[in-house]
């Protein structure tokens, strides 16, 4: 009772002084009681308020980077179920999700605390909310603690490694948006956007496997090259021209890019785009970590005509010029012509788009060109620093057939197998839209979905090599499916190809079957090509004899 007593009257005294004392010097006071505490103590404190600056209205960067990565902290706790007595682990935790998002967010509750090591040591950070006074409004700030002795070695590495973890959690765990262009960049934003839900992976590709290699290792060299493509002083960019048959995964291979990066997709419409202007403001309002897709390029603007209509006017002034005189009525075309130029999209500006001045406004950006016809894009396109990788995609291979049976069917193995790979060999090779479209048709039955794939690529052989007997209505039940099928060269290679290595001109990058030896030798080798194929038909009619009423049917294309 006695120490009750003199304990009371230690708190009289305090409250006594605090009415009396000035506040200046309660101030003074508390400030040299903070001072020797911190003296005394083992840690040193760091504060990362929310907002920056006295009137806090600047958002700190550093506090957002601390969240995300003491989210990542408690995803890792949350998934290793080997260690439940971690002391993050522990922590009290607030979970919230928004609405066009399906993950789940973990943050360190109001006034609680979660553990962390790096190098050895264990450090702490303290999330602390106050309610401002006569307000509404909360004050939140987090409280780094970490040994005084080693503050120095500890928080720059240690800023820079949270840093790094923070930006790596926000690049996977962030929801993907599919952007496209509004027409109105000028005025306003110029994109709008949906939630980018593509399922397509590398996984799930129909490519062959050194293609699939060769690409994700291209990816991931792009992704973690921060620091050489600034050491090397070059925007941290990249182009991507992928060509190749309609139905080849072009649109598929973009989406797995995508996902495979977890980047944002913005696809550039360019029919909308009302001059050079507009197309420059589109570039500038796309973020760091995106991929910029303009699709079927030789199709969406007629650029190769600038060309032409500059060496068409050169010859035209020569001309004139040695006529006297020019009328008023071609003065007025040439100025309506040079109208219309200036208010759209010319080559120029699509040139400057893609590896000019202004393309390097951003960093971590991949540029797409697609097309079905490689010819027709203009060359000056497809240059180096423009279109750095070049993608034949065409028909399904061997392996890449393989994958498509596992996928659709769930299929390692099959007698069929052997069958479709001659195909390929003689030319019967299908893209992978057509072989998927059977495989979905018939996935409740394998044997079937197999015969069909092997029925649809004897029609293929007999459109490109001729063939008779019943063979013939099935080639033209199947020549519905598409008409481009007929351009296809039997002795060409299906396999898709990348061909990143070699000289600096891109047209030495796309590879070419080679040349005979001569023209004996170019005969014999097609007589023998024409008995290998009627053997391999004969062979196919007796394995396929009993559903080819079946076959004409599942071969038919839904909307025909």
């Known amino acids: 009772m006695e120490m009750l007593s003199q304990l009371w009257s230690l708190l009289g005294l305090l409250t006594v002084l605090q009415n009396v004392l000035p506040s200046q010097l309660l101030s003074l006071l508390h400030s040299l009681y903070q001072s020797l505490q911190d003296m005394l103590c083992p840690y040193s404190y760091f504060d990362v308020p929310e907002f920056n600056g006295y009137c806090g209205v600047h958002l700190n960067d550093l506090y957002r980077h601390v969240n995300l990565y003491l989210n990542s902290l408690v995803n890792?706790?949350?998934?290793?179920?080997?260690?439940?007595?971690?002391?993050?682990?522990?922590?009290?935790?607030?979970?919230?999700?928004?609405?066009?998002?399906?993950?789940?967010?973990?943050?360190?509750?109001?006034?609680?605390s979660v553990s962390d090591s790096f190098s050895g040591h264990i450090l702490s950070w303290t999330h602390h909310v106050d309610t401002v006074q006569d307000s509404l409004d909360e004050k939140r700030s987090f409280v780094l603690k970490l040994p005084k002795r080693h503050r120095h070695a500890l928080l720059h590495p240690y800023l820079h490694h949270l840093t790094a973890r923070a930006e790596e959690f926000e690049r996977?765990?962030?929801?993907?948006?599919?952007?496209?262009?509004?027409?109105?960049?000028?005025?306003?934003?110029?994109?709008?956007?949906?939630?980018?839900?593509?399922?397509s992976t590398f996984d799930t590709l129909a490519l062959e496997p050194q293609l699939k290699s060769q690409l994700t290792g291209d990816l991931k060299a792009f992704a973690n090259g921060k620091d050489f493509y600034h050491r090397v002083g070059r925007a941290w960019k990249r182009g991507y021209f992928l060509y190749g048959p309609p139905g080849s995964g072009k649109s598929s291979l973009i989406a797995a890019m995508a996902n495979y990066l977890c980047y944002d997709v913005y696809d550039l419409e360019l029919t909308k785009v009302s001059d050079n202007s507009e197309l420059r403001a589109l570039l500038i309002q796309t973020t760091n970590r995106s991929i910029v897709v303009i699709e079927d390029i030789d199709c969406s603007l007629d650029l190769t005509a600038d060309r032409q209509q500059l060496r068409l006017s050169m010859n035209t002034k020569s001309t004139r010029s040695k006529a006297r005189l020019r009328s008023r009525q071609q003065k007025q075309e040439d100025e309506d012509c040079d109208e219309q130029n200036a208010g759209r999209v010319t080559l120029s500006g699509l040139l400057n788009f893609t590896d000019g001045l202004w393309s390097c406004c951003g960093e971590e950006r991949i540029i797409i060109f697609t097309t079905n016809h490689r010819d027709n894009v203009d060359p000056a396109l497809l240059r180096c620093g423009r279109?750095?990788?070049?993608?034949?995609?065409?028909?399904?291979?061997?392996?890449?057939?393989?994958?498509?049976?596992?996928?659709?069917?769930?299929?390692?193995?099959?007698?069929?197998?052997?069958?479709v790979d001659r195909c390929v060999r003689l030319g019967g090779a299908l893209t992978p839209a057509q072989v998927g479209e059977i495989l979905l048709r018939n996935r409740g039955d394998t044997d079937v979905a197999m015969k069909d794939v092997v029925s649809a690529m004897q029609a293929r052989i007999n459109l490109d090599g001729g063939g008779g007997g019943g063979q013939d209505q099935l080639a033209e039940l199947y020549s519905s499916c598409d008409d481009?099928?007929?351009?296809?060269?039997?002795?060409?290679?299906?396999?898709?190809?990348?061909?990143?290595?070699?000289?600096?001109?891109?047209?030495?990058?796309?590879?070419?079957?080679?040349?005979?030896?001569?023209?004996?030798?170019?005969?014999?080798?097609?007589?023998?090509?024409?008995?290998?194929?009627m053997k391999f038909l004969v062979r196919l009619r007796s394995l396929t004899k009993s559903d080819s009423g079946r076959r004409g049917v599942c071969l038919t294309c839904p909307n025909s």
């Open 387 to 419: 279109m750095d990788v070049h993608v034949n995609l065409g028909n399904c291979g061997p392996h890449a057939f393989r994958a498509m049976a596992k996928n659709y069917l769930g299929l390692d193995s099959h007698p069929l197998f052997e069958a």
């Open 484 to 533: 481009q099928t007929v351009m296809m060269r039997a002795t060409s290679s299906p396999e898709s190809v990348l061909v990143g290595v070699g000289g600096g001109s891109p047209e030495n990058w796309v590879s070419s079957s080679p040349p005979g030896s001569g023209r004996k030798k170019k005969a014999a080798e097609g007589d023998q090509c024409q008995r290998m194929k």
């Open 76 to 112: 890792v706790n949350v998934n290793v179920t080997s260690n439940p007595s971690s002391s993050s682990f522990n922590a009290r935790l607030t979970l919230s999700r928004s609405n066009s998002s399906n993950r789940i967010s973990f943050t360190v509750a109001p006034n609680h």
């Open 172 to 199: 996977v765990s962030r929801e993907r948006r599919l952007f496209t262009n509004n027409g109105h960049a000028s005025y306003d934003s110029g994109w709008v956007s949906v939630p980018f839900r593509h399922p």
